[in-house]
């Protein structure tokens, strides 16, 4: 859409259907929204990049339990913060949330920014999460641009081909803000991509701005908005060692991650990615090469698809393992996703060999 040519669509209207809408209809019961504490919404802002509201709520209230300010958080440290994420992924983002408590407790005396220009200097903090904190906090007039927003926007206006770029869309929504209500108006655009004009199958009856949505006039809800090529994922493939203790099955062997690269400072299994390095650490460390693969699912990140292997192999030694600790596996936290799947199916596996003993001593 271009700025003049498009100004007839009287847009004004668009915000009050939304606020109005909202009242009724829209999302008023998630935990950041009791107040309008910075805080609060700024780590909600974060969880909710790449990840559902359902997912996030257990994550959100467990860590506003745990650091329910500024100050607390940034008194703790980073690997007690990545213990609280562990599960949610995009682990880089805990990173963020920590660094930031420590910019804010330094330069800002514990005070959280609410200027835009003091905001989009935080670590993980980009143009729409700035966006959603300083009208939800502040009620100050800043646009957002979330996948959410960008659908709404991109169905009513039915924008498409060159138009469908990120300045455009940023233009629209800075245009479409109302002269007051912001914070209401920011909630109830991005519950209204949420609960009614969703991904696939949008509700439109139900939608309160549909008389002038231009895919729903001309019948391109299902079209819009186009498919961007995705990035392509580069395959890898990972083999992970699963080693227990030779006297206490709980205990697993497992190595906390540098502070680069994939799943950073994560406790993780031992990992590797090519088989000569697998056969050196099993040799150097007699460890029974005989493995099986105990579990191979593939898992995608935002530029990879996994292919994760992971062997169950023993060990005779229940010592010497240079940069590994044994660990309990009812005490591990800081985990990423595989490394969770697999401690819950060893847990199964663990249990159902205890029962299954059971059974046979009854039976004798
Ligand atoms: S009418 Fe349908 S496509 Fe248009 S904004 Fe509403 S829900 Fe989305």
Redesign the pocket.
Known sequence: MSGTEENNFQEKSFSKKLISWHKLHGRHNLPWQANTNPYEIWISEIMLQQTQVSTVLQYYEKFIKKYPTIKDLSSSRLENVLELWSGLGYYRRAEYIFKTSQIIKEKHNYIFPETYEELIQLPGVGKSTAGAILSLAYNKKFPILDGNVK??IK??FAIRGDQNNEKNLWEISEYLLPKKNNNIYTQSIMD??SK???KNN???E?????LK????ELGL?NV?PEKIEKIKRKNKKLFFFLIQHPNDKNLILMKKNDNKGLWANLWSLPLFEKEKNYKEFLKNNQIESKKIIYLNFAHDLTHLKLDIIIYKVDAKMSNKFNNYNWKNIYDIIGVSKPIIKVIKKLKEDINNEKSNVLKIKKRA
């Open positions: 659908r709404v169905r009513y209204l991509g009614i004009c969703m949008p509700l439109c139900k939608c309160p701005i549909k949505c231009k895919s729903f809800t819009i």
